[in-house]
């Protein structure tokens, strides 16, 4: 088999399956001030499926709500406009994609990583006193070149799997390994072709390498996805048995500033928010 160059794999993401259109507006407007609530609420309630997701979740026992939310409208007003852009945006794209013929790849366990990453960014970036949705959005996006070299190169990916195997190694190494090149570097390309704002694109293309300790105190959203990759890892919401957990790069860590009580914090405030989105995978 002829391994793809990433130029090929880049070239071929146009191909990929197209995000429902109101997800799209949603993509775009992650972190804008001034967004028209309304006419995105409509958007989502012309969407039947992402509007069923959506109302499952509201209804959910988790969220312990006194009668029954029936529309979009309401599922805003009871859970916040970012926390139904954040469970529609999830949906949209989880639900995007065709059936992988990979051997070995697991679209569950993908997903429910993914989501528990995404949980973990958002609650880091309210320890950080930082946006927490586009956070959340670049944690459920930070394995999306992962997906996609799935959906594109399945033979290339399955080789990875069998390096990892057979070395004994954590599967982003494998990647570099195999093809040159690594997941994250497709996804921060996949994420500039959806037009996602920039500061995404560059921290899921740079979450397994976030700035060295010289580059200063300022914490910045690779860090944040970085440090919430090892965290879900670690705590595996995903229950995928073959990952390795990694080590956080400790400029990233520190740039955090997390002591014990407030790791605590967070793990205990990932864990609810996972398992209150959970239900929007299905």
């Known amino acids: 088999m002829t391994t793809p160059g990433l130029a090929q794999i880049v070239g071929g993401l146009r191909t990929l399956p197209s995000l429902p259109t109101v997800v799209m507006e949603l993509l775009h407007t992650m972190g804008d001030e001034d967004v028209d609530i309304d006419r995105l609420a409509r958007g989502i309630g012309n969407d039947q499926a992402l509007a ?117 190694c954590a599967l982003v190494e494998s990647e570099r390994a195999v093809l040159g090149f690594d997941h994250a570097e497709i996804g921060g390309e996949l994420c500039r072709h959806w037009r996602i704002p920039g500061s995404i694109a560059d921290a899921v293309e740079r979450h397994h390498r976030p700035a060295p300790a010289s580059v200063g105190a300022t914490v910045g959203m690779a860090d944040v996805v970085h440090v919430a990759d090892a965290i879900a890892h670690a705590f595996d919401l995903a229950g995928d048995r073959d990952a390795r957990v990694p080590v956080p790069e400790a400029a990233a860590w520190g740039r955090l500033a997390l002591d014990a009580t407030s790791l605590r914090t967070v793990l205990e405030k990932t864990e609810r928010q996972f398992h209150g989105f959970a239900n929007i995978l299905g």
């Open 52 to 168: 069923a997701r959506t109302l499952r979740v509201a209804n959910s026992p988790f969220y312990g709500i006194q009668g029954k939310v029936d529309t979009i409208a309401e599922a805003i007003t009871v859970l916040g406009f970012v926390n139904v852009r954040s469970l529609v945006t999830t949906a949209g794209i989880a639900t995007a994609w065709p059936t992988s013929a990979a051997a070995g790849f697991d679209a569950r366990i993908f997903w429910r990583h993914s989501l528990s990453v995404a949980s973990c960014a958002e609650t880091l970036a309210r320890h950080a006193r930082l946006r927490p949705e586009t956070h959340f959005l670049a944690g459920l996006l930070h394995d999306i070149g992962r997906l996609a070299l799935v959906a594109t190169h399945p033979d290339a990916f399955a080789d990875a799997l069998r390096h990892r195997a057979l070395n004994d």
